[in-house]
C-alpha cells in the first residue's frame, strides 16, 4: 500500500526534553511538510521541504527543527525552547510541482498527538 | 500572505444540498482552489480542486467565478458522515509557496 505514515500515534513528553516524531512516505513525493493544529484551530505549517537536503521555515518554527536526509523520511523535532508544544501534529506530502502549474495535491499521515506533562 | 476566508460553521440537515463559499481575493494567476474535509483526529483528505467554472467528482461540485476571487463548494444530498471541517485552499502569491497556508475552515454539522 502506498501512503503516509507517522508513529507514534500517541507521544508523552515532559517538560525541558527533546522530542521527535517521525513521517514517512512511500508515494515517490518531492515535498514534504509539518502541521500543528490546536483544538478547535485549523493547521499551521512548522517547517515544509521541496527536495532532498533542503526544507524551508513555515509560519511557526519557532522551538521546532527538521531533517531531510532522504526522499522519503522528513522527521520533526519538538525542541524544550517550544514553549506550547501540546498539539496535534501533521505530516504531509505532495508530488512538489517542479513545473510550477498551480497548487499540487497533499496527502497527509494520521498525525501525532504530542502530550507535554 | 494570501488568505482565505471562511464561514466559522454551518448546519444543514441529512438529504440537503449544502454550498460552502470561500473567498480569495490575493489568488495568483497560476494558483488552482482546493478543498479538503478532515474528521476529528484525523489528517485532512482531498475533496475536489479546480483553476475556473466549474469540476465536478463522484464527491462534490466546485464552482468558481470568472474573477476567482471566491469558490464555493457543493455537497449534494449530504448524509451524518459529512459531519466535518472543511478547508479551502489556495497558494501564496508573495513568497511563491504552493498550497501552504490553510484557514480556519468551515465546521459542517449534519443533523438526522
Known amino acids: 500500500d502506498g501512503g503516509i505514515t507517522q508513529s507514534p500515534k500517541y507521544l508523552f513528553r515532559k517538560e525541558g526534553q527533546n522530542v521527535t516524531l517521525s513521517c514517512e512516505q512511500n508515494l515517490n513525493h518531492d515535498a514534504m511538510y509539518w502541521y500543528r493544529q490546536d483544538p478547535g484551530q485549523g493547521l499551521r505549517l512548522i517547517y515544509y521541504s521541496q527536495i532532498v537536503n533542503d526544507f524551508q521555515k513555515g509560519d511557526i518554527a519557532e522551538g521546532y527543527s527538521v531533517s531531510r536526509e532522504k526522499k522519503e523520511s522528513f522527521p520533526l523535532t519538538v525542541t524544550s525552547a517550544q514553549k506550547n508544544p501540546t498539539a496535534f501534529y501533521l505530516c504531509?506530502?505532495?508530488?512538489?510541482?517542479?513545473?510550477?502549474?498551480?497548487?499540487?495535491?497533499?496527502?497527509f499521515g494520521p498525525g501525532t498527538r504530542l502530550t507535554v506533562l | 500572505l494570501a488568505k482565505t476566508t471562511q464561514p466559522i460553521s454551518m448546519d444543514s440537515y441529512e438529504g440537503q444540498e449544502v454550498n460552502i463559499t470561500c473567498s480569495h481575493n490575493?489568488?495568483?494567476?497560476?494558483?488552482?482552489i482546493t478543498w479538503y474535509q478532515q474528521f476529528p483526529s484525523q489528517g485532512p483528505r482531498f475533496i475536489i480542486q479546480g483553476y475556473k467554472t466549474k469540476v465536478t467528482n463522484e464527491v462534490a461540485s466546485l464552482f468558481i467565478p470568472a474573477d476567482r476571487k471566491s469558490s464555493t463548494l457543493s455537497l449534494p444530498r449530504v448524509s451524518l458522515s459529512d459531519t466535518a471541517v472543511y478547508y479551502c485552499?489556495?497558494?501564496?502569491?508573495?513568497?511563491?509557496?504552493?498550497?501552504?497556508?490553510f484557514g480556519s475552515g468551515t465546521r459542517l454539522q449534519v443533523q438526522p
Open positions: 485552499l489556495v497558494g501564496d502569491r508573495e513568497t511563491g509557496r504552493r498550497a501552504l497556508t
Open positions: 504531509a506530502s505532495s508530488t512538489g510541482l517542479a513545473g510550477g502549474k498551480g497548487t499540487d495535491t497533499q496527502y
Open positions: 490575493n489568488i495568483a494567476t497560476n494558483d488552482y
